[in-house]
């Protein structure tokens, strides 16, 4: 029970964050950041394909981490999922091609034992 | 020429990544100190039944929390239009350093030795991502 709720906050929220920064990549970047402008581009992502994948599979990850506190302790819940952050840069850099250089790495393995850390 | 108006594009481009990361960081510190602090005046929520956890919306700290949740996903997008995931992640783990100072302060929650590790090492893994560019696509290097 616990092994899936560990899997369900871990693999859809990455799968989430992923396809929402290609849907994001996609859309383009932001440059006016008028009300009207944002209007538009709230109604042009909600056709975004990757958008509205992403955001549903992140809020499965979201109450699976809301289900699996209410049956661990949060000094077991976090540090578990918090290499989501190593996992989720190894596919940013092979699924969505980015330049990952050894910064961003080690700034991932930091974050993610710090996380752990901040937890227990 | 080209390669001043790169350059120029390029600082732009890192200010407003630095003023969009800070938006991310504090619309998550606020949404979770709301939420933290909402859900100790709700009480504990045991219920396999989505309606006590609809509810608990309705409490003003954890409504607050949810404004900026929304906040918080909706800016956070807006900085993946133009910025690597492996870039967004870590710098805006920020906002866990943040809570932790919000909850000590706050909330009166207790910091040990383990935490103030974590506080570094947070810190320093989102500043060592912070000192990288933003998008793998630099100015003036795109076909």
Redesign the interface.
């Known amino acids: 029970m616990i092994g899936l709720l560990v899997a369900l906050v871990v693999i859809p929220g990455t799968v989430g964050?992923?396809l929402?920064?290609a849907g994001?990549?996609r859309?383009?970047?932001?440059t006016d950041w008028s009300l009207l402008n944002l209007v538009h581009?709230a109604r042009s992502?909600l056709k975004n394909v990757y958008?509205m994948i992403g955001i549903p599979a992140m809020a499965v990850s979201f109450f699976a981490l809301?289900a699996l506190l209410?049956v661990t302790a949060l000094s077991f819940a976090v540090p578990i999922t918090s290499s989501s952050?190593i996992l989720?840069?190894a596919l940013?850099?092979y699924v969505?091609?980015?330049?990952?250089?050894w910064?961003?790495w080690?700034?991932?393995?930091?974050?993610a034992?710090?996380?752990?850390?901040?937890?227990? | 020429m080209r390669v001043e108006v790169s350059s120029r594009k390029s600082r732009l481009l890192v200010y407003k990544t630095i003023i969009v990361s800070l938006v991310v960081i504090g619309t998550n510190v606020i949404a979770n100190y709301g939420l933290a602090r909402g859900m100790r005046q709700v009480g504990v929520?045991?219920s396999l039944s989505p309606i006590p956890?609809l509810r608990a919306f309705f409490h003003p700290w954890v409504a607050i929390g949810v404004v900026f949740m929304i906040g918080w996903f909706l800016s956070r997008?807006?900085l993946?239009?133009?910025a690597?995931?492996?870039?967004?992640?870590?710098v805006t783990?920020l906002s866990?350093?943040l809570s932790?100072s919000v909850g000590v302060i706050y909330l009166r929650e207790r910091v040990n030795a383990?935490?103030w590790?974590?506080?570094?090492?947070?810190?320093?893994?989102?500043?060592?991502?912070a000192?990288?560019y933003p998008e793998?696509n630099v100015p003036g290097e795109q076909s």
């Not at chain 1, 969505?96 to 250089?101: G, T």
């Not at chain 1, 034992?113 to 227990?120: K, N, Q, R």
């Open positions: 964050d992923l929402n920064s994001m990549k859309h383009g970047e932001i581009v992502l958008i809301m209410s952050y989720e840069t940013a850099k969505l091609k980015e330049d990952v250089d910064r961003r080690a700034g991932a393995c930091l974050v034992l710090g996380v752990a850390l901040l937890s227990i | 929520l045991e956890y997008l807006a993946l239009s133009w690597d995931l492996s870039y967004v992640l870590p783990a866990y350093v932790a383990l935490h590790a974590g506080i570094f090492l947070v810190t320093l893994g989102a500043i060592l991502v000192m990288t793998t």
